[in-house]
């Protein structure tokens, strides 16, 4: 993907606005790369800051506006905004920070589920003692924070997996992607999770 540094590059300045916006989106869907890194550094900052305004996470934020500009790139031989290239943008970008916060209560949801159930991390539940109340807690908050870190795609496997109680089959018909994605992409989700919760084992 493109580098995190944000600058602001201009558009063709021989164009009106509109009209650069056309040529722009052309460009893209003929594969010019050049084209795309000027879209991509002409927004970017400014989408980082909109979205942040909604996910209050500054890494976040700059998480999801790549993975809008990574979609853009993947489909663009179809990508053709037909309300312009900025409302397309800031639309897309919108409604990622939305699905975001959904995230954020489906993962809740998760993780209580989670703490009960172990979710098959292959770590004991907590021993029970007088801090077993601080030990699931804790358990639950690491858990969280690092469901929360996973990149969307795989964040997404996990949350259809566990909470969706989807098989890998529906899974990647969800997301338009391969079943053995689905499978690498939970394998490393299910790698990261227990390294990070390593240090909670009893």
């Known amino acids: 993907m493109l580098s995190r540094t944000r600058q602001v590059a201009t558009r063709p300045r021989s164009l009106a606005p509109d009209a650069a916006e056309r040529e722009w989106a052309a460009r893209v869907r ?7 890194e000027s879209l991509f550094h002409t927004y970017y900052a400014r989408l980082c800051d909109f979205v942040e305004s909604y996910v209050r996470s500054p890494d976040l934020a700059e998480e999801l506006v790549q993975a809008v ?22 639309a897309a970008c919108r409604n990622h920070a939305l699905g975001a916060l959904k995230h954020e209560r489906v993962v809740a949801r998760v993780v209580r589920r989670a703490t009960r159930e172990e979710i ?10 007088p801090d077993e109340e601080l030990q699931a807690t804790e358990l639950a908050s690491v858990l969280s924070e690092a469901v929360h870190r996973l990149p969307e795609r795989r964040r997404s496997v996990v949350i259809l997996r566990w909470q969706q109680q989807m098989s890998y089959a529906e899974i990647a018909r969800v997301l338009g992607i391969s079943v053995k994605t689905v499978e690498a992409q939970m394998g490393r989700a299910l790698a990261f999770l227990r390294q990070q919760l390593a240090h909670l084992r009893p």
């Open 30 to 36: 003929l594969a010019d790369e050049s084209a795309f």
């Open 69 to 90: 500009f990574l979609r853009i790139w993947e489909h663009r031989a179809v990508w053709e905004p037909t309300t312009g290239v900025r409302a397309y943008l800031f």
């Open 120 to 129: 098959a991390l292959g770590i004991a539940a907590p021993r029970m003692g």
